[in-house]
């Protein structure tokens, strides 16, 4: 039997129509490409939706069409997620950091039709232009007084947006139509386009208010650092505005210290990111002696956050919120977030649940199977592929039915490529990326876990453990250290740490230091570049 | 273009399987009929949930089927909540408030199959039973020891579950079949079923936990003194697990005294209910001479909150969020929060803003017309019949398609019959209910504000203004006072009182002195009963 309640279809627009109504004076601050801060609230920011809108229209989008952007994290940025979404077309977020190769290949299998570009990718665009689609139109997020002579000609945004009116007659659409694209980061042959829709955006925006509870809420001043390029900026153009809080975007400057004085003056008391940019904050807080002011949160997500980051921002009072999640769970799967009573244990304690990357949230269903695919039990014991379901996540990537084939198993459920365990309390620990996991003689070597307690060497900056073909035993770990200062901390101290927590054939068999680590377009450790660079390593024992 | 995401039907089960497992320890006090307090936590309930859903399974209970209950703010009547629509069945709460003959008429034309009745209500079935559906099957809310002897088979609720296990298989169901049917109080002619969603369910609960990011966040303790009984205690039994708020259930005692010794011993932060509920309360603290302590918020809807009550919780440091309803509405529709720029208003302003029904949740649309039914602008003046529209509203009645047609505007908006202006900032002003508003001379006044202005005086316990037929002007208002003491205050200080801030030709008539006013099943003022009473009463100046 049905219920009798009226059916309307769940639409991204109605969150900003609301925050204008509702928290008309909730604040967007931006760092500008231009060099300045902009200030507006979402009211404003309705009306410019609404001439944003009219001049999509004007250039021909339509429903379903693709839109695309390549820019920072800006109130433009953000006005290009909702106008976009709410003429019913798809917003085609683009991460600047991909290789070239990458972008061309994109923007080309989205069939994006106009690009929108941050006046730092003018020289980018200068030099794809030719291999970008031949139809692609090209619209700078600046006014006439930045605009750059160049050969690629470019409208601008905000001669597009004068004259039109501010109000827009959103049509409905129904709430499984597309709104976001967006592709992984590619770590592994083509990127793969995540195709979001309206029903998936709102209700994760709905899932991460409930769950944030302590940020996500009217005032409270948020610092999305995770690129709204990538993933919808963890959900927060979304969540922000359905809760009332106020955005404050760093626009390119994510540096320690730009992102520090950033924080002080716009009083940001919880922060959004990857742990390599708070490699970068903590750096500067211990120049600096001391916690920006206001700061009491930081989300950290991304890759594993290790131990020695956490105490430190623990210690300091701010509050470490470990979550994890993909491009293709919209992105949030779970949340580090501990109850009251989890909040009375000792400091140790908490770091170490602080160290798992925390418990589903609402709408997500977890499973960890065997090879067979078999269910293996929440018991903080078994690991197994870890596979997710639920309304903000992937039934498959856009126009490509191979992968779309091989992403979910028979039981609908999507294939996560990593390997974790879930303890009887739901804690959620991620061993490894399938990919990244060592294969020794048969067992397994989780290179998260050997990096978590490197990291805490006090002449380590940053390290990485990959597998390094072995002819014995298959593969081995190899330790990859990029030291802090002068100092190179010999092996033999590292596997002392090491040895208090793992056993001997899990030590690394040899260590080698680097100046940096490469980065995926995420910002995350690009364990396949390492693993190219050394894949002719030859380990001591094995020559 | 639809997107490429999984579509996971909303199910109400969902909620309390992710309480169960991220807020186990979140606690359900309950004040039993028993006598006793009773304690339990959301990991605990998710058991006896799924044992009760054997049970009813093994009583024959078919998705779709309604099964009624007639019982307090409870653990088991939130159990049956859960397992009733968790196995795609309708839980049909009943008022236990209405009349005989209306009880009758809804169970039959519920076509309820099984009824849990708390033992309160044994004598009201012993009554009835001859009367109720003739196949209908009783289930006693309470363990073997406290069954009574009775002339009704009554099953055993601890009985059935016993044995049960408590591991269930929950159905996947179409998120808009039915799960909830509430009838109306039916003020005029027979009350009318609104049938709720397992969809309208789930996204009434994530609004209001956006909505009230003060009170429906993880350990909050949270008061719901609404009725289990009538439109789903305003949400609260799914918002609160969602967020993993604790729930304190006050049971039948919902007098003053019994309230605050519940929320002084429970530390409740935050309180749901009528303003007649807070009139009782105030009176209980007035005389201990504090607010019991942790209270720290009071949510007042259902019908208007006057000024005085208003204040008085404000002045004693309880935050007063008044919000406004209705049973088609899931019930929520506007909510009366202050965003944290209007908190630093003079006290004065906060007040005025908070005498209004607030603003609306996201979801929710709301339109004021004309009588041809022309849309009337948002200025604060102009004042029409309220339209709403959104995902928790009820498109028609159950079973009924005379008020289905009756319910619903051309344009798909339901009519409320309330009489409302609403202003820039999107606070809405109740006027009146159309069916009480005074028509006088072709010009109306507004019983809700009369009334409000009178509550001020200190001799006034309680009041109502209704109209009464008059041969020049159509109708006059009369005021009916039910006196604080002894004292029956005279028309002339009321008068003193109005004429600060209305008409002259808005005073009313003539002044009644009540001992009580009549109340509805809901607890508020049965102005169709003054009405009757008062049908052949003369004015003064009409005789
Ligand atoms: N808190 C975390 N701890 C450990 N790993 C994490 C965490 N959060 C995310 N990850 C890793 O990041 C992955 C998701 O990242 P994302 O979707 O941004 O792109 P990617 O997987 O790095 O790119 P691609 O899929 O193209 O290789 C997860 O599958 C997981 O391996
Ligand atoms: N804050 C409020 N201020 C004034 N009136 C309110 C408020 N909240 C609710 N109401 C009134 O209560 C009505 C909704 O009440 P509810 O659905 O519980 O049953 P009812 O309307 O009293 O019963 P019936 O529809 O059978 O006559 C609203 O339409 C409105 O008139
Ligand atoms: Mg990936
Ligand atoms: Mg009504």
């Known amino acids: 039997m049905q219920g009798m309640m009226m059916n309307r279809p769940l639409s991204i627009i109605d969150i900003l129509r609301y925050a204008s109504e509702t928290h008309p004076r909730g604040e967007i601050v ?19 939706v609404g001439q944003l809108a009219h001049a999509l229209k004007a250039m021909g989008i339509e429903k379903g069409d693709r839109v695309a952007t390549l820019a920072w994290n800006g109130y433009r940025h953000f006005e290009l997620y909702y106008a976009i979404s709410g003429i019913g077309a798809v917003c085609h977020t683009i991460n600047p950091r991909l290789s070239a190769e990458q972008l061309i290949y994109i923007t080309h299998h989205a069939e994006d039709r106009v690009l929108f570009v941050d006046t730092t990718f003018v020289p980018l665009i200068e030099a794809l232009a030719d291999k970008l689609p031949p139809n692609m139109r090209y619209v700078l997020m600046t006014d006439r007084e930045h605009m750059p002579d160049s050969k690629v000609f470019f409208h601008c945004y905000e001669e597009l947006l004068e004259g039109c009116p501010a109000e827009y007659d959103w049509p409905t659409v129904p709430e499984d139509s597309a709104a976001g694209l967006c592709y992984t980061s590619g770590t592994t042959g083509h990127p793969k386009g995540v195709l979001y829709s309206q029903r998936s955006t709102v209700l994760h925006a709905f899932t991460i208010a409930v769950t944030q509870d302590g940020s996500l809420k009217e005032a409270s001043r948020l610092l999305p650092v995770v690129p709204l390029f990538h993933v919808n900026a963890w959900g927060l153009p979304y969540a922000a505005p359905l809760t009332g809080a106020c955005l404050i975007f760093p626009g390119p400057a994510m540096d320690g210290k730009s992102l520090y004085d950033l924080m002080e003056r716009e009083k940001v008391f919880s922060a959004w990111g990857v742990p390599t940019i708070w490699l970068g904050l903590l750096g500067e807080i211990k120049e600096r002696g001391r916690n920006p002011e206001g700061f009491g949160e930081v989300i950290i997500g991304g890759s594993a956050a290790p131990r020695s980051m956490i105490e430190a921002f623990e210690k300091s009072g701010v509050t470490v919120c470990h979550a994890w999640g993909m491009t293709e769970m919209s992105p949030v799967g779970t949340d580090g977030g501990l109850s009251s009573d989890m909040k009375a244990l000792p400091f ?29 039990p929440h018991d903080g014991v078994a690991v197994g592929e870890l596979f997710v379901r639920g309304n903000a996540i ?8 191979e992968a779309s084939k091989a992403a979910v198993d028979p039981e609908g459920w999507f294939g996560t490529g990593d390997i974790a365990s879930i303890d009887a309390d739901g804690f959620l620990r991620l061993q490894d990326r399938a990919k990244d996991l060592i294969k020794s003689g048969g067992e397994w070597i989780s290179s998260i876990d050997l990096e978590n307690i490197v990291m805490a060497h006090p002449d380590v900056a940053s390290c990485a453990v990959i597998a390094v073909p072995h002819p014995k035993w298959d593969e081995r770990p190899l330790l990859c250290v990029v030291p802090a200062g002068e100092r190179k901390p ?32 995420t910002g995350k450790v690009s364990k396949l570049t390492l693993r190219q660079q050394f894949a002719d390593y030859k380990l001591p024992d094995a020559v």
């Open 348 to 376: 140790d304690d908490q770091i170490k649940l602080k160290m798992t990357q925390g418990r589903r949230v609402f709408g997500v269903d977890l499973k960890i199977v065997d090879d067979a695919g078999n269910r293996l």
């Open 30 to 48: 931006s760092v500008r490409t231009e060099g300045d801060v902009h200030r507006t609230n979402y009211r404003e920011t309705m009306g410019r």
């Open 490 to 521: 010999p092996k033999e101290e590292m596997d002392k740490m090491l040895l208090e927590h793992v056993a001997k054939w899990q030590l690394p068999d040899d260590v080698v230091y680097l100046d940096a680590l490469p980065l995926t377009a």
């Open 394 to 401: 992937a039934s498959g990537y856009f126009n490509n039915e």
